[in-house]
C-alpha cells in the first residue's frame, strides 16, 4: 500500500471509530448514569495519555504554562460539550445524534471569525440553510410533530461544540502547545469534574457488566487516544482539505452504524434529512475553505483545534479533528 493510500485509510478509520461512538455511548448510557459514564471515558482517557506523554524519547514530558493556561479553561467547556451530547445519545438515535452534531462545520465558521476579513459569502448561509431543513426532517421521524428532546440536545451540544473549536482557536493561536499535551490537561479537568458529582456512584463501576466495560473501553481508548494519535499522525501527511473530506465522513458512519448494529430504521423523512445534512455540511465546509484561503487573514492563526465528541481527540478544521 502506497504512503498516500494508508494515510487515506488511516483517517477514514478514525471518521469509521467516532461515527461508531453514538451507538456505544447510547449502550453504555442504557447501562450506567450518563455522568458516571463520562467519568469513567475520561478517566480511562487520562491514564491513557499519562502513560504516552511518559513514553522515553517524546520530548520533555513537563506541561508548559501555556499548555495549562488553555487546556484548563479548554477542559471545561469541552466537558460540557460531552455532558449535552451523551444525555442527548441517551434520549434520541445514533444515527440522528451523528448527523445533527455535524451541524458544527457550518456553525463553527459563524463564531471564528478570526482566520478571514469580511463577512463570509451569502452562499454559505444557503448551505447552513440546507443544513437547518435537513435537522427539521431529522427530528420529524415518522411525521412532523413536537421535537424530541435527544434532537434538541444533540442541537444544543452542536451550537456549544462550535463555541469550543472557535475558543480553541482563541487559546492556542500563534502559541507553542503540543496537541498532546493540550489533550491530556482536558482529560485531567475533565476526569476531576466528574469526579465529585459521581462519588457515591463509583462502587457502580465495579459491578458494571463485561459489555458495559467494552463500550467504556472502545469510547476512551478507541475514540479518544487512538483517534487523536492516528488522526495527528495522518493529517501531518496529507492535505487538510483531503483530512477535511475523510473526517467529514462521519455522520455517514454513525447513520451506518446505527442501522446496522444498532437496528435503527429511516423513514423517508429521516433518510432525505440524512442526504440533505451531508450535503448541506460538505457545501458549507467547501465554501468556508475557499472563503478562507482567498481572504487575507487578520492574524496569523495555527490553532490546535480539536473535536471534542472524545475527551482526547484534537481535530484539523473548525469542521473536523
Given at each position: 500500500m502506497s504512503d498516500a493510500r494508508r494515510t487515506d485509510a488511516v483517517l477514514l478509520l478514525v471518521a469509521i471509530v467516532w461515527g461508531s461512538s453514538y451507538l456505544s455511548a447510547q449502550t453504555a448510557t442504557s447501562a450506567l448514569p450518563v455522568?458516571?459514564?463520562?467519568?469513567?471515558?475520561?478517566?480511562?482517557?487520562?491514564?491513557?495519555?499519562?502513560?504516552?506523554?511518559?513514553?522515553?524519547?517524546?520530548?520533555?514530558?513537563?506541561?508548559?504554562?501555556?499548555?495549562?493556561?488553555?487546556?484548563?479553561?479548554?477542559?471545561?467547556?469541552?466537558?460540557?460539550?460531552?455532558v449535552v451530547e451523551t444525555y442527548g445519545v441517551a434520549h434520541t438515535s445514533a444515527a440522528n445524534a451523528g448527523l445533527i452534531i455535524s451541524l458544527t462545520i457550518v456553525l463553527t465558521p459563524l463564531l471564528d471569525r478570526t482566520g478571514h476579513r469580511g463577512g463570509l459569502p451569502p452562499v454559505f448561509y444557503a448551505a447552513a440553510g440546507v443544513c437547518v431543513l435537513a435537522v427539521g426532517l431529522l427530528m420529524a421521524g415518522n411525521g412532523f410533530h413536537a421535537?424530541?428532546?435527544?434532537?434538541?440536545?444533540?442541537?444544543?451540544?452542536?451550537?456549544?461544540?462550535?463555541?469550543?473549536?472557535?475558543?480553541?482557536?482563541?487559546?492556542?493561536?500563534?502559541?507553542?502547545?503540543?496537541?498532546l499535551h493540550l489533550t491530556t490537561v482536558q482529560t485531567l479537568v475533565g476526569t476531576a469534574l466528574f469526579l465529585i458529582p459521581t462519588a457515591r456512584e463509583l462502587p457502580t463501576?465495579?459491578?458494571?457488566?463485561?459489555?458495559?466495560?467494552?463500550?467504556?473501553?472502545?469510547?476512551?481508548?478507541?475514540?479518544?487516544?487512538?483517534?487523536?494519535?492516528?488522526q495527528t499522525w495522518a493529517v501531518q501527511r496529507t492535505s487538510a482539505s483531503r483530512a477535511s473530506l475523510l473526517l467529514g465522513t462521519e455522520p455517514i458512519w454513525?447513520?451506518?452504524?446505527?442501522?446496522?448494529?444498532?437496528?435503527?430504521?429511516?423513514?423517508?423523512?429521516?433518510?432525505?434529512?440524512?442526504?440533505?445534512?451531508?450535503?448541506?455540511?460538505?457545501?458549507?465546509?467547501?465554501?468556508?475553505?475557499?472563503?478562507?484561503?482567498?481572504?487575507?487573514?487578520?492574524?496569523?492563526?495555527?490553532?490546535?483545534?480539536?473535536?471534542?465528541?472524545?475527551?482526547?481527540?484534537?481535530p484539523t478544521t473548525p469542521t473536523t479533528v
Open positions: 455522568l458516571l459514564v463520562l467519568f469513567a471515558r475520561y478517566a480511562l482517557s487520562a491514564l491513557a495519555c499519562l502513560g504516552v506523554v511518559a513514553v522515553p524519547g517524546r520530548g520533555p514530558r513537563r506541561w508548559t504554562r501555556e499548555e495549562l493556561r488553555a487546556g484548563v479553561p479548554l477542559g471545561l467547556t469541552q466537558a460540557a460539550v460531552l421535537p424530541r428532546l435527544g434532537d434538541l440536545l444533540m442541537l444544543a451540544a452542536a451550537v456549544v461544540r462550535a463555541g469550543h473549536v472557535a475558543l480553541v482557536g482563541r487559546l492556542t493561536a500563534g502559541r507553542a502547545i503540543r496537541p463501576l465495579a459491578h458494571a457488566g463485561t459489555a458495559t466495560w467494552v463500550q467504556l473501553l472502545y469510547l476512551a481508548l478507541f475514540c479518544s487516544v487512538f483517534a487523536f494519535l492516528a454513525a447513520a451506518a452504524v446505527g442501522v446496522a448494529l444498532g437496528g435503527e430504521h429511516f423513514t423517508v423523512l429521516t433518510g432525505l434529512g440524512a442526504v440533505m445534512m451531508i450535503t448541506g455540511t460538505y457545501w458549507g465546509q467547501s465554501v468556508e475553505r475557499a472563503h478562507r484561503s482567498t481572504t487575507p487573514p487578520r492574524t496569523a492563526v495555527h490553532p490546535v483545534e480539536e473535536d471534542s465528541r472524545c475527551p482526547a481527540t484534537t
